[in-house]
Structures are given as structure tokens and as C-alpha cells.
């Protein structure tokens, strides 16, 4: 199958007038706010060190920034710095005052609870690393009063799972023993607060116990570029294919033009 | 006239068994194609214009002539008989599929009903002879009338009448039971989207594609998962749920999980393709269907099959565009 279709879909938003002094802040900013993101994880991570982060987190503070606080989110992961694990665990549990989250706050969230994940896959953060391991039980994120629910889920009790999934996520991208040990708790011995959330999650598991075993092996620029290359042999392999349909298929029509020169 | 028009007209004429000096200059003058509304009849088309595909093509004519703009023609008739023959294969916006076959000795006319306010277009010698029909649509609730809005431009090639020439791409699609996509989203937003950035011409390495994309059948209902997407296999079975197009509510997974801070919205395999909803998503469907057809990423932005889905993502390369218009599914 070609994976390598992937879209990603980031929106290009007018830049605004907030005019700060520090040329780091003004780089930060156009960097979350530019029209195209990095697609490599390795790019990402080099893009900017632990100064950025004041100003990243001060961007996931401010409503003007809506639209990017997935990126802000991602970006201060991807940097490692220990201060971002409190903001982005304040961000995940601020009120939120509306009972429907826009889509891309939504995606924030999936970001945010994510990034704590790659912050304990750089740094080891035994905060972050608790929070994503208490988040497997869904009905934590109620204890902790996370406000707000995707606008295509219909209860708390039912978003709540994709939070949960969403720690399942970031414990896998962390690559660390015990997130990789909480993980297979959750696949072999769910507690009685988890089984229903595990209840579907047979591949999914599976799945992200993989990608936490190379992350693991290879570290995180390393475990998405391996899914990469995978992808690009396969998109290779259907072109090849569709180049022999083509050639295939003109070779028919050469076939019927000599059969029948003159006709239309 | 071209030299080439110039000989094609010249051609017909010496045809005189089926040919007057009338029909050449009408030939070479142009004609109208227009669907009247009131009618609800398409007219305008020549006798010489359907004397390249008449009905005794393999039957009747005893010399043919091959000509590059059109193809071969009769050169000579066995009979006196203009024995024209009309096919048109006419698409409404909504999907509805119908296919006129005329038969007559005269003039004659292919006649249709579809729910479009007006249909009219020109179609012309010098050289292009093809036919465009833009087509308008327009609803009236409650004796509350929208404005006709654009929904696609037909081309009709005289060339080879008794076929549209613009590509016509059936969609299939299914959503997940809490996804919210209605039929009216489908044919009033999306897909004439599509249609129009890929006809428009934006300059800049773009062509002007003619396809027509529109939904075929009703939008299938699934189930089955929990409307995201998490791993492959999920997605191998989202996948093959009945349906070129399966909308989601999220896709966690596409061949890998993505990368930090980009959001996945389209995953496309083979002839199926994965979509969440999205704004931009005339470029977002297109882009997956040339995914569909083998396409790969285009490194520069502004063009649909950029691997970032951007509204301003508009433009086609005509490789990528033959690729569409000759589907390989």
C-alpha cells in the first residue's frame, strides 16, 4: 500500500502585528506561524534549542494563537527542555469554557499530551513519563478535569478514550522501559478502569509497541525514518506498477491504430 | 483558417455525395450548441459536425481519409443518405448519468433532462473544433431561488463527437457513522471545488485540466472501528469498507505515525483514499485521487499534488494532469 500518500495539512494564517523586540521571538513566531512546517522530525528538533522556549510557551498561553498551538505544542517536544512538560500538562488542563473543542484545538491537545512523550524520550522527565502512564485509564483525565470535547465525539466518557489514546501515543514515542512496560500492562493485564478503553485496541497496541521498540533502538529521528523509507519503497513499488499499466495500455491502442489507421 | 482547417473543409466538400456548400460554411463558421432550458433539449449540432462519427463509419463508407485534427473522416459514401448519429454522454452536477443516442436522416437533436437551470456554449471551426458547455445549477426551496452558481465547463470535441472529451470521475464514498458529510457538502462544496482549480488555468506551470468529478451513489454509512484511524490494520480495514473515499474523524496513522505538529488528513492506497474533514478539501480530494492514479508529491507549492495541503494549492502539470484524466482505477 502506498503510506507515502500522506497529506498533512498545515494552514497558512496571516501574520500578525505583534510586534516583539527580541529577534529569537520574532524568529519563533514566524517559525510557528509560517505556511509550511518540517515533515522530518530530525529538522524539527534542530530548528531551535531550549531558548525558544519562554516564548514558545508564552504562544501556547495566548487565544491569538489558536492555530498554531499544535505546532507551539509539537515544537517545544521536539526541543526536549524540562520547562515545556508543566506548561503543556497547564495547557491540557486549562479551562476551556465551551463544552466543543474547535478542530484545531483539538489537535493541540492530541499534540500536547504527545509531546510529553517525545520530552521523556529526550530528557527522561519522571512527571511527564507518570502523567502519560496515569492517562491510560481514561477516567484520570475526568479527575483531572481536561475541559472540552472533540466536536465528533458525543459524552466525555467517549473523548476521554481518545485522550487516553493519546498517552498510549506519547508513551510509545518516549521509547523509555517503562512506558514500554505500562503498554504491555495495558495489552496483556488491563486494569478495571482500562479494559473497556483496551477493549479495542488490539492492533493499535501492537502497533505503537512497535513503534516504541524503535524509537527504543533507534531514537526518534531514527524510528520516523524508518517509517519513511518504508513508505517510499512501497510508493516506489505501486509507480513501478502503474508505469507497466501505462506502458501496457499504450501499447494496446498502438495495436489498435495499426489495426485500423484510417478510422477516428 | 488554418491550413489544416482550410483542408478539412476542402475534404468535405469534394464528399459531395452527403456535403453542400452550406454545411462547409457552417463547418467553418462555427454553430451553436445550446440546451434550452424550457425544452429541456440540446441543439446545434451539424450535420457536418456529426458526419465524423455517423453511423455507417465501418458499414458505408467506401474511402476514408485521415486528417491529424480529427482523425480519419468518409471520404466517400456508398449512400446519398446523411445518416447522422449523435451520442452524448451527459453528467449532471448531482450525478445523474445519462446517455442520448439520435439517430436521423436530418438534423438531428439530443434531447435531455436534467435539473440545470441553463447550459450554453459555442463550439467552432478555425481550427478548435470542440464544443464547451457551462453548465449552472441552481436550486428553488420553497419558491426561494439561489443564485445559478457554476458547477463545470463540458467539452465536447468535434474531433470525436460521440464522446465528452473532458474526463467524467465517478466518486464513491462512504462516511463513518458519527462523521458528519451530507450529499449537498459532497456536490455543492467539494466537488466543484475540485473541478474548478483543476480546469482553471492559474498560470505558472498550471493547465487548464478538464475533469468532472461527482459523486456517484448515495454516501454509504460504516461502522466499523471507532472513526479514527490508529494503525495500519485499522486502516487496511477502513480501507476496504465499499467506496473509492472513506471519511474519518482523525488518522492517527499512515504508514507511520506523523510527524510532530502536522495533522494528518488524507491517506491514500491503491484506489482508496482515507480522508478526514479539512478546509481546502477540493484540493485535498484531488490530491488523493492523483495519489489514487500513482501520483507522487510535487515539490513546489502552489501545485495540488504539493504533500501540503494549502488552499492555494491549485495548479496541475499537464503529466499529472493526463494522469488523472486516464484513470489506471
Keep these: 500500500m502506498n503510506w507515502q500518500s500522506v497529506t498533512l495539512a498545515l494552514v497558512a494564517v496571516a501574520f500578525g502585528t505583534d510586534a516583539r523586540p527580541q529577534q529569537l521571538e520574532r524568529d519563533v513566531q514566524d517559525f510557528v506561524r509560517a505556511p509550511t512546517f518540517p515533515t522530518s522530525y530530525r529538522e524539527l528538533a534542530n530548528s531551535n534549542d531550549a531558548a525558544a522556549t519562554p516564548q514558545l510557551i508564552d504562544l501556547l498561553n495566548s487565544s491569538a494563537e489558536e492555530a498554531h498551538w499544535s505546532r507551539v505544542a509539537a515544537l517545544l517536544g521536539a526541543i526536549g527542555d524540562e520547562r515545556a512538560v508543566d506548561a503543556l500538562i497547564a495547557f491540557v488542563e486549562k479551562p476551556v469554557g465551551a463544552e466543543r473543542l474547535s478542530s484545531s484545538h483539538e489537535d493541540a491537545y492530541r499534540e500536547s499530551i504527545t509531546s510529553l512523550g517525545l520530552l521523556v524520550n529526550r530528557t527522561g522527565n519522571g512527571k511527564a513519563l507518570k502523567y502519560l502512564i496515569d492517562g491510560l485509564t481514561p477516567s484520570v483525565w475526568r479527575q483531572r478535569r481536561v475541559e472540552g470535547i472533540a466536536d465528533w465525539t458525543t459524552s466525555y466518557e467517549e473523548y476521554d478514550k481518545e485522550l487516553s489514546k493519546y498517552a498510549l501515543f506519547g508513551l510509545a514515542l518516549s521509547g523509555h522501559p517503562e512506558a514500554g512496560q505500562a503498554l504491555r500492562s495495558l495489552q496483556q493485564s488491563p486494569t478495571l478502569g482500562q479494559q473497556q478503553f483496551r477493549s479495542g485496541l488490539d492492533s493499535t497496541l501492537v502497533q505503537w509497541l512497535e513503534v516504541h521498540q524503535l524509537v527504543a533502538e533507534r531514537g526518534l529521528a531514527g524510528m520516523y525514518e524508518y517509517y519513511d523509507a518504508e513508505r517510499l519503497a512501497e510508493d516506489e513499488r505501486e509507480l513501478e506498477e502503474a508505469n507497466r499499466l501505462r506502458a501496457e495500455r499504450a501499447q494496446q491502442q498502438r495495436l489498435r491504430e495499426a489495426q485500423n489507421p484510417l478510422g477516428p | 483558417m488554418s491550413l489544416r482547417s482550410g483542408f478539412v473543409a476542402i475534404g468535405l466538400c469534394v464528399a459531395a455525395f452527403i456535403c453542400s456548400p452550406q454545411e462547409a460554411l457552417a463547418y467553418s463558421r462555427a454553430s451553436g450548441i445550446t440546451f434550452a432550458s424550457v425544452t429541456h433539449t440540446l441543439s446545434g449540432y451539424s450535420r457536418t459536425w456529426k458526419d465524423w462519427n455517423d453511423a455507417d463509419y465501418y458499414v458505408d463508407c467506401l474511402h476514408w481519409v485521415y486528417d491529424y485534427d480529427f482523425g480519419g473522416y468518409c471520404y466517400l459514401l456508398q449512400t446519398q443518405y446523411n445518416y447522422a448519429h449523435v451520442k452524448a454522454d451527459l453528467y449532471s452536477p448531482t450525478g445523474f448519468y445519462q446517455t442520448v443516442t439520435v439517430t436521423d436522416f436530418e438534423d438531428a437533436v439530443a434531447a435531455y433532462s436534467l435539473s440545470i437551470s441553463s447550459q450554453s456554449g459555442v463550439w467552432t471551426a478555425e481550427g478548435r473544433h470542440y464544443a464547451l458547455a457551462y453548465v449552472y445549477q441552481q436550486y428553488c426551496p420553497y419558491s426561494m431561488c439561489t443564485n445559478p452558481f457554476w458547477v463545470g465547463t463540458w467539452e465536447f470535441s468535434a474531433g470525436d463527437n460521440t464522446q465528452a472529451t473532458q474526463s467524467v470521475i465517478s466518486l464513491t464514498m462512504s462516511r463513518y457513522s458519527t462523521t458528519s458529510l451530507s450529499d449537498a457538502e459532497v456536490d455543492l462544496g467539494i466537488v466543484p471545488s475540485s473541478n474548478e482549480l ?82 481546502s478539501e477540493g484540493v485535498l480530494w484531488a490530491h488523493e485521487y492523483g495519489h489514487n492514479q500513482s501520483l507522487s508529491h510535487n515539490a513546489n507549492s502552489g501545485f495540488v499534488m504539493y504533500g501540503t495541503l494549502q488552499p492555494g494549492n491549485r495548479r496541475v502539470t499537464q503529466f499529472e494532469c493526463d494522469a488523472m484524466r486516464n484513470p489506471l482505477n
Design chain 2, 198 to 279: 483543476l480546469l482553471t488555468n492559474d498560470s505558472g506551470g498550471d493547465v487548464s485540466c478538464s475533469i468532472a468529478f461527482h459523486r456517484s451513489g448515495s454516501i454509504n454509512v460504516f461502522s466499523d472501528g471507532d472513526g479514527t484511524i490508529d494503525d495500519s490494520s485499522e486502516l487496511t480495514t477502513i480501507m476496504g469498507v465499499p467506496g473509492r473515499i472513506e471519511v474519518v474523524n482523525a488518522i492517527n496513522w499512515c504508514g507511520g505515525p506523523p510527524a510532530p505538529g502536522n495533522t494528518i488528513t488524507g491517506c491514500a492506497s491503491g484506489a482508496g483514499m482515507v480522508l478526514r474533514r479539512w478546509s
